[in-house]
């Protein structure tokens, strides 16, 4: 069974930094691309950021580019993103999720492997 888990998620002020990770089970994890998606109250879930399943491509959504940086360790089977400078409407629910259908995707409609999400909450 394919197991996602979404973790390091809390409360942070504005301007801070939180580190996520995705760490994965039941699957053989070099063999899929990994991406962040987040979803606001009352929004619709968007792309965050993704990582390819080979040479480590990424692809940020406009409004984290410069501030997100996502990694991935195949060795430990985990997933991360370092989230910096960290704004009031980046709250929201993130989750990961996993394909191995393309070596990238930003489309979350690729993505066949959900996990559960990790709240994050940007406030004063």
């Known amino acids: 069974e394919v197991q996602l888990q979404a973790f390091g998620g809390g409360l942070v002020q504005p301007g801070g930094s939180l580190r996520l990770s995705c760490a994965a089970s039941?699957?053989?994890?070099?063999?899929?691309?990994i991406g962040w998606f987040r979803q606001a109250p009352g929004k619709e879930r968007e792309g965050v950021s993704c990582?390819?399943?080979?040479?480590?491509?990424?692809y940020y959504a406009d409004s984290v580019k410069g501030r997100f940086k996502i990694f991935r360790d195949n060795a430990k089977n985990e997933v991360f993103l370092e989230m910096n400078d960290l704004k009031v409407e980046d709250t929201a629910i993130y989750y990961c999720?996993?394909?191995?259908?393309?070596?990238?995707?930003?489309?979350?409609?690729?993505?066949?492997?959900w996990g559960q999400g990790t709240q994050v909450t940007v406030s004063s």
């Open positions: 990582i390819s399943k080979s040479d480590g491509t990424t």
């Open positions: 999720a996993a394909q191995n259908r393309r070596d990238v995707a930003r489309d979350e409609s690729i993505y066949e492997e």
């Open positions: 039941g699957l053989t994890f070099e063999d899929y691309a």
